[in-house]
Every structure is written in structure tokens, then in C-alpha cells.
């Protein structure tokens, strides 16, 4: 099984959820969306970072040197994102950045 092909399930506990924004200005107006939607760009952005990684590694013109720069910089990225993972319901899917901690 190919975990990239699996969908990726939102957790049951935020199903029908809301995202709610709240500005620090009492005269500014809150934002309230389905979680579903932050969720879903969440998922997008992930799948995208790794065509991204994709491209990097089979990239022609990059050599190894810059091929391992790259990557170091995704694999920050995705540890920054490790907040979200409380939003996913299986634990493959989760964001996993750089082992020793950012």
C-alpha cells in the first residue's frame, strides 16, 4: 500500500467543526470556516511540498550538494507543520519534520 494514494481522513472529533478567528481589535469582525476547509488546504499544501521534493530529486541540473540543501529546507517546513497533525486521523499521514527537533 502506497501511503501518497491513500485519502487522507480528517479526525472524527472535527468533523462538522469551525475554525474561528478571532482579531485582537475589538472593532475588526471574526472569521468563522468549516475546519473541513483548512483541513483540506492543509492536505494540499502537503501533497504539493512533495512534488516539490519529487521535482528536486530528479531535478538534472541540481547536484547532490544542492539536492540535500533543498531538501533540508522541506524538511523544515514540514516540521513547522507538525502542529496540524492533531487534525489528521490516521498517524501515516501526519507531518514529520527533521528528527532532532526545530
Known sequence: M???DEPVKL?????RGKMILHPGSGDLQSKEFPIETF????VMLRDRMRVLEQNINSHAKLNDEDK???????TR???SL???NILFKDKWAHFKGDSKGD
Open 2 to 4: 502506497n501511503v501518497i
Open 82 to 84: 507538525t502542529s496540524f
Open 11 to 15: 479526525g472524527d472529533r472535527w468533523i
Open 77 to 79: 517546513c514540514y516540521g
Open 39 to 42: 483541513f483540506h488546504k492543509i
Open 68 to 74: 540535500v540543501h533543498l531538501q533540508q529546507y522541506i
